[in-house]
């Protein structure tokens, strides 16, 4: 009798392991099923459970950093944006009435361009999804165009990353890095790119300077653009490369909140508009005195816009990234206690069968 038993359970066992799916084999046929199921001890699921509920702390903590940072920096996307709009209207206000005095203006000067200077602006941090990646694509493009057709390019990188990405390549065409204060863009820190592309330019090194950076659209949404910065074109507005205005007439401004102890965002749309000069608005000083003072204070504004963008762009991308990174620990960690739920159930079974089996036997 103990001999039929204990050969019933080992049989059954047989049959148990025999019926149990090869999850790699499911995978392999089913690529939109879920991950294969984790076979190991309960000790070791165990531990796995308690790292992944760690990680899950270290993204949700970095999550509320960048929703904390991220609002402050979309704060001071949004504000600058009529300052600098403002700004190219009246400069081309300004422009007109220089050109009718023959008033020569060396950053409006368009010459036959024969090297492009771009200026390509990166995060200083990872953990921010395909950011930093969408930049450097954008780069990697815009200079093979730039070889196309035949022209020579110089590579002025700005950010950690970007120093990095292009200096572990070798890029011929990197010609100098800037790293910035780490935190939030200030006027000091565009006044040094504003520097080097303006003596750059002006000293006829280069004909045409181009900045890359990452446009901020909403939380949700951001593309790598292209913006002209020298020469200064007549009508003074804010273009990429093929001469579609970047600057946006409407934005989404989100608030963050919580509900039920968790994190949430709030969507509103604003609009920004701006208004020109007056057609019968006169100057007294003398309309050049007024544009060598202007046209440094337009590129830097127009410097620190694209850094100010490229920031609330990373922090929003790193947002969602922590974001998704804490949901696939919750479904992670959900997948590791049911697997150590049955491991263990089904150790006591086993057990249980066992004492049977032998209750039996001393019958």
């Known amino acids: 009798m103990y001999a039929s038993s204990k050969s019933s359970f080992l049989n059954t066992h047989h049959l148990f392991l025999q019926f149990q799916p090869d999850p790699i084999h499911i995978l392999a046929h089913a690529p939109h099923s879920k991950a294969p199921s984790i076979r190991c001890g309960l000790r070791e699921i165990k531990k796995r459970i308690d790292t992944v509920k760690n990680t899950q702390k270290i993204t949700e903590a970095m999550k509320l950093v960048a929703a904390a940072k991220v609002r402050r920096a979309q704060e001071a996307v949004i504000n600058g944006r009529p300052f600098s709009e403002t700004l190219a209207q009246v400069l081309y206000d300004i422009n007109e009435q220089a050109q009718l005095e023959d008033v020569d203006v060396p950053l409006t000067n368009v010459r036959p361009v024969k090297k492009v200077a771009l200026v390509v602006v990166s995060g200083d941090r990872g953990l921010c999804g395909g950011f930093n990646n969408g930049v450097f694509r954008k780069a990697e493009t815009r200079i093979a165009e730039l070889k196309n057709f035949g022209l020579e390019c ?8 970007g120093n990095l990405y292009f200096g572990r390549r070798d890029c011929e065409v990197l010609d100098r890095c800037i790293v910035g204060s780490g935190g939030f863009p200030n006027v000091k820190d565009a006044q040094v790119i504003a520097d080097e592309v303006f003596s750059l330019f002006v000293s006829e090194e280069v004909d045409k ?11 949700i949404k951001s593309s790598p653009v292209i913006q002209t910065l020298l020469p200064i074109s007549a009508k003074g507005d804010v273009c990429d490369a093929n001469g579609i205005c970047v600057d946006a007439s409407e934005d989404e401004f989100f608030r963050l909140t919580t509900k039920e102890g968790k994190l949430t965002v709030e969507r509103d749309r604003l609009g920004v508009s701006g208004t020109g000069l007056l057609p019968n608005m006169q100057f007294e000083q003398d ?14 504004s127009q410097i620190l816009k ?21 949901e696939n620990a919750i479904e992670l960690k959900k997948e590791l206690s049911n697997k150590y739920n049955r491991e263990r159930q089904a150790k006591i079974t086993n057990e249980i069968l066992e004492i049977v089996a032998g209750a039996e036997a001393m019958l």
Do not use: C, H, W
């Open 306 to 326: 694209a850094l100010q963008e490229s920031l609330a762009s990373e922090l929003a991308a790193r947002m969602n990234a922590m974001s998704n990174a804490t």
């Open 287 to 300: 309309p050049v005195q007024i544009l060598d003072a202007m046209m440094p204070l337009y590129l830097n």
């Open 154 to 161: 110089s590579l002025i990188s700005v950010g950690k990353k």
């Open 209 to 219: 300077v181009e900045i890359l950076y990452t446009k901020f659209v909403s939380l």
